[in-house]
């Protein structure tokens, strides 16, 4: 492939992009048009969760590819894959979480559990918190605090109000004309902020007195990435709408949100079609997110990511390193600055490993690889880092 033809014919989403071009995948390398390896410390931006082309995945998907592929829009025909991930997704979830539907990405899931939150409790005002980042579609940005991001698509969803993450006082902003609050449970682009203890129970005391709809976007931490299953059973809160995508699909697109079934049938009737997708639950997506979560669900992979987390703390000691932080595998190291942020995440890929930056926090290094990812692995990454960091002069 000519890269000419990459920047003449592909929509580009940054001035630069990094045009490596992708020959195969495995495990936990990339390799490039030249069989270069690249250790893959950022896993397709956590969506890889078993690595590249994990076999369980793969042979759900070419089992699947012989039944049949696309055959109906969502929900009118049983099919049995979607049908065994949504069952799955309720033996996973604590009650009343037993109702997901399934959508084509984590901004879509986002979309729906807004929409649900509104029709469920007749009220218009979502509450989100500054610093989020939930997609980019338009009810996603809306969300958004950024206002440079926002403006050039004015005008957004209205009735969104924002709060800061981690302030209790700011609760009593949740009132009776709240529909939903949407919050991460670790905030992502702004530095993979985790919850401090206590806060994320207060906003679902606060959502019942009021009567407000807790929806928490899992879309990152979720998928067993922080040594559990979902990251909010980190800290004792129990969501009304969790939000999921990403490593949910094993490397192929998904979305999901998931509700009680009460809640849920509000989408079902007046209007009827309240929310439609063509594609989601597509049998060959949903097989290889089952696929996923067996995998997680009969392996130590989840309740590993807390030894490797330690691992890679322990190897990422170095004077141009000020704090770690997230939790199991959603980590972000931080520097002084962006300048020196960008050189390790440069020169790191010309030494063949990946890493990557934070939407909104420019001093942090994204490393959230895959859970498969072995130690040895883990500390030949951290090695690249270190050697990078020594070449630096602060």
């Not at 996923?292 to 170095?318: F, Q, V």
Request: charged content about 20%; aromatic content about 8%.
């Amino acid at each position: 492939m000519q890269v000419s033809d990459f920047f003449k014919y592909q929509a580009q989403t940054t001035p630069h992009p990094l045009a490596m071009e992708i020959k195969y995948a495995k495990g936990s390398y990339i390799y490039d048009s030249d069989d270069n390896p690249h250790l893959d410390f950022v896993a397709g931006v956590s969506a890889c969760t078993l690595g590249h082309s994990h076999p369980a995945v793969v042979n759900a998907v070419k089992e699947q590819l012989d039944k049949y592929l696309h055959v109906m829009v969502y929900g009118e025909y049983i099919q049995q894959p979607a049908v065994d991930l949504c069952k799955k997704m309720a033996e996973l979830l604590p009650e009343p979480l037993d109702t997901t539907y399934l959508v084509n990405s984590g901004t879509e899931a986002i979309e729906g559990s807004i929409k649900l939150a509104r029709r469920y409790t007749g009220r218009s005002e979502i509450i989100a918190a500054k610093n989020s980042y939930h997609g980019n579609t338009l009810g996603s940005l809306s969300l958004m605090n950024y206002q440079e991001r926002k403006r050039p698509f004015l005008p957004l969803l209205p009735d969104i109000r924002h709060i800061t993450f981690n302030c209790e006082w700011c609760l009593e902003q949740i009132t009776d004309k709240t529909a939903g609050v949407i919050l991460e449970t670790i905030q992502g682009g702004a530095g993979f902020i985790e919850p401090i203890e206590g806060y994320l129970s207060s906003v679902q005391k606060r959502c019942n007195e009021v009567g407000a709809v807790l929806i928490l976007d899992e879309i990152q931490p979720g998928i067993g990435r922080t040594g559990k299953m979902f990251g909010f059973e980190n800290y004792n809160c129990k969501p009304d709408i969790v939000v999921t995508g990403k490593g949910l699909g094993g490397g192929l697109p998904i979305g999901a949100f998931t509700a009680s079934h009460e809640m849920m049938k509000h989408l079902t009737d007046n209007p009827k079609l309240g929310h439609i997708t063509t594609f989601g639950g597509n049998p060959v997506i949903a097989s290889a997110a089952l696929a996923t979560l067996m995998e997680l669900t009969n392996s130590n992979l989840i309740s590993e990511t807390l030894e490797k987390e330690k691992l890679i703390r322990e190897h990422l000691s170095h004077p141009l390193i000020k704090e770690i932080r997230g939790r199991g595998l959603m980590l972000a190291a931080f520097t002084e600055n962006a300048e020196i942020t960008n050189e390790v995440i440069l020169k790191c890929k010309e030494k063949g490993l990946i890493l990557f930056w934070l939407l909104f926090e420019s001093k942090a290094i994204r490393i959230t690889p895959p859970l498969t990812i072995s130690n040895e692995e883990i500390v030949k990454g951290c090695q690249i880092i270190c050697s990078v960091l020594n070449t630096i002069h602060n």
